[in-house]
C-alpha cells in the first residue's frame, strides 16, 4: 500500500468512528424511543432485555470508540487490528438492533411488525450512509441485519409479512445501489478533509513560530535601538565630562544659525580655563581632569533649558545661549566665571584659584558657525591678553584698543 494510500486509509477509519461515536447518544434515544412505542404490546421482560442489552453495548461501543480516537489523536493512528474490532463490535450492533423483530414482536402481529421494520429502515439508512467509506462493510452489516428480519418475517407463515419481507428485500437492494457509487467520493472527502486538518494543523504551528521569530525580531529590533540610542549618547556627549561632544554642539549651533535667520537670536561664548597646563603639571592629570568635571558641573548648572554647553577640546568650552541678547548674555557669563572663582578648590589643587576667559559674540546676519567661532575665539584671546578672568565683547575689546592706542 502506497503512503498517500495508507494516508487516505487512516482518513477513512478515523471519520467513520468518529461519525459513529457521535451518533450513539441518538441511537440510545432512538432504541429507548422504540421500547416505548411498543412498551403497550410486548412483554416487559422482552422490553427490558433488549433494550438493556443494547444499551449496554452502545455504552461500551462508545467507551471502546473513544479510546481508540485517542490512542489516535495522540499521533498513533488507527491500527487495523484496532479498526478490525470496531467494525466488529458495528456488526454486533447491527445484530442486535435487527433482533427487534424477535424480541419486541413475539406474537407476529403485523402491525407491530411492520412499525418495528420501519424503525430498521432508519437505523439500517444510518449504518449504510456511515459505513460507505468501506465498500464491503456496509453490505456485511446490512446483509446481518436483513437476514435476522428476513428470518422472522419469512417465518411467520403470513402473506402479508412475506410481502413485507420483500419489500425489505427491495428497501436494502435500493440503499446499497444508491450508496455504492458514494464509496470513492466518501474516501476521496475524507481524505481531503483529513489534509485539510494536517494543513491547518502546520499552517497554525508555522504560525506559532513565526510569532515567536518575530516577538525575537521586535526584541533584537529594540535592543538594537536601545544600543544605537547608547552610542548616539555617547557620540553626543563628551566622555570625561558628560557635557555635549564637539560634534553635537557644532550641529546644535548650525540649528540656532537656521533660527536666527527665521528670527530667534542665540549668542555664542567661547571659555577657556586659565593656566590650566599648571594644574595638570602641579596636581596631576586626575586633578587636572576633575576640575574639567567640576567646572562642567559650575557652568552647566547655570544655563537654562534650551541652552546648550559642549566641549570644544581641551579646557575649552562653547556655550550656546538660545534667544539672549548680549547684554542679557554678559550678565549670565560674569555669574559664572565669578562663580568658577569663587568655587572652593581647595581639596584638588590646595590653595590655587580656577578662572575662566570667555569671548562672547551675538550673532548678526550673514554670519556662519565657523565665522561666529573665530570671532569668539579672537575676544577669548584678547580676554586672555587682558589679564584673564575676564568676559570680553567686541564693543570691550574695541574700547581696549582705543585705550591703548
Known amino acids: 500500500m502506497s503512503l498517500s494510500s495508507a494516508g487516505e486509509e487512516t482518513a477513512v477509519r478515523l471519520h467513520i468512528m468518529e461519525r459513529f461515536r457521535a451518533a450513539q447518544p441518538y441511537s440510545m434515544v432512538g432504541g429507548?424511543?422504540?421500547?416505548?412505542?411498543?412498551?403497550?404490546?410486548?412483554?416487559?421482560?422482552?422490553?427490558?432485555?433488549?433494550?438493556?442489552?443494547?444499551?449496554?453495548?452502545?455504552?461500551?461501543?462508545?467507551?471502546?470508540?473513544?479510546?481508540?480516537?485517542r490512542i489516535a489523536g495522540a499521533g498513533q493512528g488507527v491500527s487495523l487490528p484496532h479498526f478490525r474490532l470496531f467494525v466488529l463490535a458495528t456488526i454486533l450492533a447491527a445484530a442486535w438492533w435487527g433482533s427487534a423483530v424477535w424480541w419486541l414482536v413475539p406474537d407476529n402481529d403485523p402491525l407491530y411488525l411492520i412499525v418495528v421494520l420501519l424503525w430498521l429502515a432508519g437505523v439500517a439508512s444510518a449504518y449504510a450512509a456511515?459505513?460507505?467509506?468501506?465498500?464491503?462493510?456496509?453490505?456485511?452489516?446490512?446483509?446481518?441485519?436483513?437476514?435476522?428480519?428476513?428470518?422472522?418475517?419469512?417465518g411467520t407463515g403470513i402473506p402479508v409479512l412475506r410481502l413485507a419481507g420483500m419489500s425489505v428485500l427491495l428497501f436494502t437492494a435500493v440503499l446499497v445501489t444508491m450508496t455504492w457509487p458514494l464509496h470513492r467520493y466518501l474516501r476521496e472527502s475524507y481524505a481531503v478533509r483529513e489534509e485539510n486538518n494536517r494543513l491547518l494543523l502546520d499552517m497554525t504551528e508555522q504560525q506559532h513560530k513565526l510569532d515567536e521569530y518575530n516577538q525575537q525580531l521586535e526584541e533584537q529590533s529594540r535592543q538594537l535601538d536601545e544600543a544605537l540610542a547608547r552610542v548616539e549618547a555617547l557620540v553626543a556627549h563628551d566622555p570625561l565630562t558628560g557635557v555635549l561632544s564637539r560634534r553635537a554642539v557644532m550641529t546644535r549651533a548650525d540649528q540656532l544659525v537656521a533660527q536666527a535667520v527665521a528670527g530667534q537670536p542665540f549668542c555664542l561664548a567661547m571659555l577657556d580655563l586659565d593656566h590650566f597646563k599648571s594644574i595638570n603639571d602641579g596636581f596631576g592629570h586626575l586633578a587636572g581632569d576633575e576640575v574639567l568635571r567640576q567646572t562642567s558641573r559650575l557652568v552647566g548648572g547655570e544655563l537654562r533649558g534650551n541652552d546648550s554647553l559642549g566641549r570644544y577640546g581641551g579646557e575649552e568650552f562653547m556655550l550656546l545661549l538660545e534667544g539672549m541678547t548680549q547684554d542679557a548674555a554678559l550678565l549670565r557669563?560674569?555669574?559664572?566665571?565669578?562663580?568658577?572663582?569663587?568655587?572652593?578648590?581647595?581639596a584638588l589643587i590646595g590653595m590655587r584659584?580656577?578662572?575662566?576667559?570667555?569671548?562672547?559674540?551675538?550673532?548678526?546676519?550673514?554670519?556662519?558657525?565657523?565665522?561666529l567661532i573665530k570671532r569668539a575665539d579672537t575676544l577669548l584671546y584678547a580676554a586672555k591678553r587682558a589679564g584673564r578672568n575676564q568676559v570680553m565683547t567686541e564693543a570691550a575689546a574695541e574700547a581696549a584698543a582705543r585705550g591703548h592706542a
Request: hydrophobic share 55%; net charge positive.
Open 32 to 69: 429507548a424511543l422504540l421500547a416505548l412505542a411498543m412498551s403497550l404490546h410486548s412483554p416487559w421482560g422482552n422490553i427490558a432485555c433488549w433494550w438493556g442489552g443494547l444499551f449496554a453495548w452502545q455504552c461500551l461501543y462508545f467507551v471502546f470508540t473513544s479510546r481508540l480516537l
Open 130 to 154: 456511515y459505513l460507505t467509506g468501506v465498500k464491503l462493510l456496509p453490505v456485511l452489516v446490512l446483509g446481518l441485519m436483513l437476514l435476522i428480519v428476513q428470518t422472522k418475517l419469512w
Open 333 to 346: 557669563l560674569e555669574h559664572i566665571r565669578n562663580l568658577v572663582q569663587q568655587h572652593d578648590w581647595s
Open 353 to 371: 584659584v580656577v578662572t575662566v576667559s570667555i569671548g562672547l559674540v551675538a550673532w548678526k546676519n550673514g554670519l556662519d558657525v565657523p565665522q
